[in-house]
């Protein structure tokens, strides 16, 4: 049996004892003796005394890793080049880096370790996962996002993916080095955001529209207030007077939500310079664009979609769930008032994310069009 093999059976058997102990004390309503890295390293001792003093550090380790940390995950998340950590059940890891996804070396156990690895994710939270509530989204204090769904909605075991974000986010002049804008779009986009021109960013699942928007804040001028509003709070704005506002879901008993939709509606009472939404994604597009048709000109915002001329079609799409009963022309007539610039990315083979496109709403006979104003 290999070394890694045998640290890794004996630190699992030696977990079990450790919990076991644990149950045992809880259950006599006595607290544990002593903190657990102090309790991990008496019980190696008393059970590994036979080991050498390197493996009993990795057993020691393994053991506190397992109990109180992601398990196998953390190896994956002390690397800063890993962007997302996708577990596809028990045995099945995959990263990106780079903008590329491949399978990782790690596995779980079991379905039961993974379970736990999840809990401990959510319990510093607040949050909760079980079977009245299956899924959870959520957000870590580094502002990674989480997402897990366990049985009977995730039918191969639990599924958990972690989306990390930097404490240091790319600025303008930055993307423009990493060739997600070019110098033209830069500037073109400068000018747009600096004169109060409202702008959407386009684009699919991890095709860099968060990290596009953040950078488009740095044009927005130091002396405006900005208001920013998301369902899990991403944005890192670097000017001096921000109000960062984030929605919460409803509590197992179905009480305390509060959405997008409300957090828009209380921001427009808040006397912002500037609304910036993390990303329109259901009926409160309707009261975005009212805003913007009634004086709260130069936000910003993204949404899920494959072309400019798609992007805006999803905005009167999203309009329409609000319920109001307004006709579609009226709504469309809203979206060509109200959005100027739509900003499209979209990430390529090798992983890369690129502005393929810059396009300014119009009217064309009487319907909505995009003019393209640059290409990438």
Known sequence: MSRERHVEELAGSLRERLLERRRVAVA???????????????LVEERAALLGGEDREAVAARIVRDTVG???LEELLADPAVEEVMVN????????????IEEAAVRFPGEEELRNAIERIL???GRRIDELSPMVDARLGDGSRVNAVIPPLAVDGPALSIRRFGASRPGPDELVELGT???????LLEGAVAGRRSVLVSGGTGSGKTTLLNALSGFVGPAERVVTIEDAAELRLRQPHVVRLESRPASVEGRGEVTVRDL??????????????????????????TALNTGHDGALSTVHANSPADALARLETLALMAGLGLPH??????????????VHLERRADGSRRVAEIAEVARVAGATAVRALGHG
């Open 123 to 125: 319990a510093p939270l």
């Open 181 to 187: 804008l070019s110098r033209a779009q830069r500037e």
């Open 89 to 100: 059940g028990p045995d099945r890891v995959y990263v990106e880096r780079g903008g590329r």
């Open 329 to 342: 022309e009226a709504i469309a007539e809203q979206v060509r008032r109200g959005i100027d610039l739509v």
């Open 70 to 72: 992601l398990g196998p």
């Open 28 to 42: 006599a309503g006595k607290a544990p003796a002593a903190a657990l890295e102090e309790e991990v390293r008496d």
């Open 264 to 289: 828009l509606r209380n921001a427009l009472r808040m006397r912002p310079d500037r609304i910036v939404i993390g990303e329109v994604r259901g009926p409160e597009a309707l009261d975005l664009l």
